[in-house]
Structure formats: structure tokens, C-alpha cells
């Protein structure tokens, strides 16, 4: 046996409590899904790009973002992915754990989120999807659940 073929894994396990500001633009963008369930974005003074999840500098134009632009909870599926295996440090749901990125109405990015109801069979990219927002929310982005298929 060479070296190659160990793979010796120590299966160790830390809890760290931790606190992590979400800065300004996150703040105001988790309050207004917690208390308002509506998704807001930022849209740069030069470009015209409208960022989601919101950003306080444009990363082409180099500048401030202070115009905030309120987004449709509804959009086009970029893309996605069904994880059919469970870890810690994913979200638990039924079924396969489906990622994918959702453009929204309104929106020059793609945020990356959870889909469901819907059969992974049926998903296609390019279709039509609506937020569903969590009956209690939080001030974090599962507020939104999931993005279910639209019409
Ligand atoms: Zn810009």
C-alpha cells in the first residue's frame, strides 16, 4: 500500500458561538425581509446595475451605492443544483436539498437560494419562480424560505 491510498479522517466537532455584524446595507436589507417580507436591492449611480443581495461599492464602477430598489419576490431560475446527501452545515428540508440562482424582476444578479416544491424532474432553467417567506421571520436570508415555480 502506498502512502497515496490512506485517507485517514478524524471526525472532530467544535461549537463556537459567534457574532458577525451584517454591516449597514445588510442591516437594512434583513430588516426589510423580517419585518416588511420584502426584498430589496441596491442600484449603482454610474452602471445602472442593480445588485441583489444589495451592495454598498459597485465593483466595476468603484463607487458608492446609496439608491436602494425595491425587487418582485418573483424571477427566472439562472441555474441549480439537488444535493441529495445530508450535512451539518446544510439546511434540512424533505427530500433533495435543491440550490439554485434566482434572478429577480428588477435585479441585474442572481441570488443564490433554496428551491422548493417541485419535483427535481420538473425544474428547468429559465423558468419562472416565487419567494415563499417563512410565517415567522428573523432578519436573515431564510426569511425566505424557498423559491417555489411561478407563473
Ligand atoms: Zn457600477
Redesign the pocket.
Known amino acids: 500500500m502506498s502512502g497515496s491510498e490512506v485517507n485517514i479522517i478524524y471526525n472532530g466537532h467544535i461549537k463556537m458561538p459567534y457574532n458577525w455584524s451584517v454591516g449597514e446595507t445588510g442591516s437594512r436589507f434583513f430588516a426589510e425581509l423580517r419585518d416588511n417580507q420584502k426584498i430589496w436591492g441596491t442600484r449603482?449611480?454610474?452602471?445602472?446595475?442593480v445588485f441583489l443581495p444589495p451592495r454598498k461599492n459597485?465593483p466595476?464602477?468603484m463607487?458608492q451605492i446609496k439608491e436602494w430598489v425595491e425587487i418582485e419576490p418573483k424571477g427566472t431560475l439562472e441555474t441549480y443544483t439537488a444535493v441529495s446527501y445530508d450535512s451539518p452545515v446544510m439546511p434540512k428540508v424533505e427530500g433533495p436539498l435543491i440550490y439554485g440562482i434566482v434572478k429577480l424582476d428588477g435585479a441585474d444578479t442572481g441570488l443564490v437560494h433554496l428551491l422548493g416544491e417541485i419535483n427535481p424532474d420538473d425544474i428547468r432553467i429559465g423558468m419562472r419562480v416565487e419567494a415563499v417567506f417563512k410565517p415567522e421571520t428573523s432578519g436573515n436570508i431564510l426569511d425566505i424560505a424557498y423559491f417555489k415555480p411561478s407563473r
Open positions: 449603482c449611480p454610474d452602471c445602472g446595475t459597485c466595476v464602477c463607487v
